[in-house]
Structure formats: structure tokens, C-alpha cells
Nanobody, 123 residues
Framework: QVQLVESGGGLVQAGDSLMLSCAASGRTFSSYAMGWFRQAPGKEREFVSGISRSGGSTYYTDSVKGRFTISRDNAKNTVYLQMNSLKPEDTAVYYC????????????????WGQGAQVTVSS
């Protein structure tokens, strides 16, 4: 299992930008597809974005398309989520995930989870 540590969460105003980072332990980072989920209070955990092992393929849920960008640096064992034009409905705990092979869109298929980073967007 890979260990994941998120950073970069915080409190911002609507329209602001924020970047989340997720550092992974181990020497096999490039074997894992990476993803970001989020969970708002009272709601189910939602898949937000995923990126393939090489970074050549990405996926975004409809609500964040055009605003969020996922990227990875395999040399630094780190995946990023750049969030622009943030909205109050983006408020949630954001979780970094790692899955061998292809990124999982279902929480049940995720291999490893980070501890979560709180993102709060005020109106």
C-alpha cells in the first residue's frame, strides 16, 4: 500500500483558486493511477478527478470540468489538483487516492486513501 498525505486545503472566497497536493510514499508511484474524491457534509463521497499512471489520461466529473486541473509529477511522487473559480458547492473534504492500474471512480475500488484536506469556499 502507498501512503498518501494531502496538503493545501483552506478557506477561500468564491471565485478564488486553491491547489491541493498529495505526496505519496514508496518507489512505485508511477504504478498507481491517482484520483481525488470529495465529501461534503451529509453527502456521499464523490469522485472528482482521476489521472492515469503516465499522466496522459485524465477525467473530471461534470461539475468541475473547465475549473479543476489534475496533474502529477512522477519524479516527485506527487499529484496535484488545481482548483479555479471555486464555488460554495465545492466545499468538502478532499481525499487523494491511489489505485494500481487504472483510477477508480467508485470508492469501493480505491486502493489507498489520504487523510483528507478541508476546502471551504465562502460566498
Amino acid at each position: 500500500q502507498v501512503q498518501l498525505v494531502e496538503s493545501g486545503g483552506g478557506l477561500v472566497q468564491a471565485g478564488d483558486s486553491l491547489m491541493l497536493s498529495c505526496a505519496a510514499s514508496g518507489r512505485t508511484f508511477s504504478s498507481y493511477a491517482m484520483g481525488w474524491f470529495r465529501q461534503a457534509p451529509g453527502k456521499e463521497r464523490e469522485f472528482v478527478s482521476g489521472i492515469s499512471r503516465s499522466g496522459g489520461s485524465t477525467y473530471y466529473t461534470d461539475s468541475v470540468k473547465g475549473r479543476f486541473t489534475i496533474s502529477r509529477d512522477n519524479a516527485k511522487n506527487t499529484v496535484y489538483l488545481q482548483m479555479n473559480s471555486l464555488k460554495p458547492e465545492d466545499t468538502a473534504v478532499y481525499y487523494c487516492t491511489a489505485t494500481l492500474g487504472y483510477y477508480a471512480r467508485d470508492p469501493k475500488g480505491v486502493g489507498s486513501w489520504g487523510q483528507g484536506a478541508q476546502v471551504t469556499v465562502s460566498s
